[in-house]
């Protein structure tokens, strides 16, 4: 599970009343305006350091420009341009760039002392991304369950598996542990090689650093909720 406003496009099938987030097709340049318009306003953006916050984010998840670019519907050159500061977001590009990064738009522009660590997100607040976007079979599908808060141990997940067939899921690891839990169907969780199979109401706990894939095995969709911590210091 990735270590991952209204502008979106919501597919045909929606899941609890969420919105799957799918590549932008228009223009970049409709959602972003220049930083090179108005003295003032550079100025005072500039303080925030709103791309170099941008690509902490980015290279701490360990995320290529292209597929941050797959997730939020902009270039990877419109990308890399906000990160050094030739651009800057509209609001509503810069919240759909906070959910894929699991952060609140004031992690952007909120003082360091700033903190927030209660959040409260609705069921009809969260969005729906792919595993990979761009894939014709997603491998599962994902919600991130308390975005606004800026301050966070962990990053907890709703997680939807479709059952695969053909393609096997790809592997992949992240630093720190990464807890399972079962809601509906049947689920089979790949860890270093082995198959471990999960069905509703059971559990896993595992240090995310090793190998690890999930693939929905029963006819319905299995549902879990994913919760990933990050490492002790």
């Known amino acids: 599970m990735p270590e991952k406003s209204t502008l979106v496009d919501v597919s045909e099938t929606e899941f609890n009343s969420t919105q799957t987030v799918a590549a932008d097709s228009r223009d970049d340049k409709t959602i972003l305006k220049t930083a ?12 925030y350091d709103i791309g170099q916050k941008l690509r902490q984010l980015r290279l701490k998840k360990k995320i290529a420009l292209i ?38 738009l004031e992690h952007f522009f909120a003082d360091k002392r700033t903190r927030r660590v209660f959040s409260i997100v609705r069921a009809g607040e969260r969005l729906r991304f792919p595993d990979a976007p761009g ?4 491998g599962y599908f994902f919600e991130v369950l308390a975005f606004g808060a800026t301050e966070k141990n962990m990053s907890a997940y709703l997680a ?17 542990a990464e807890f399972i839990h ?19 109401g059971d559990s896993v706990y595992f240090d995310a650093s090793e190998t690890h894939s999930y693939r929905g095995q029963s006819e319905e969709s299995a549902r879990a909720l994913v919760v ?4 002790r210091i």
């Open 36 to 47: 090179e318009g108005d003295g003032t306003i550079r100025k005072l953006l500039g303080s």
């Open 67 to 104: 597929d941050l670019g797959k997730h939020t519907g902009l270039s990877a050159s419109m990308l890399s341009q906000l990160e050094n500061g030739k651009l800057v977001p509209t609001l509503p590009t810069l919240a759909r760039i906070a959910m894929v990064f699991d952060v609140g």
């Open 135 to 138: 894939s014709p079979v997603p």
């Open 160 to 176: 939807e598996f479709p059952k695969r067939e053909g393609r096997p899921p790809l592997p992949h690891q992240h630093e720190g």
């Open 182 to 200: 079962v809601l509906e169907g049947v689920l089979a969780v790949n860890y270093q090689a082995e198959d471990h199979v999960l069905e509703a």
């Open 228 to 231: 990933t911590c990050v490492p």
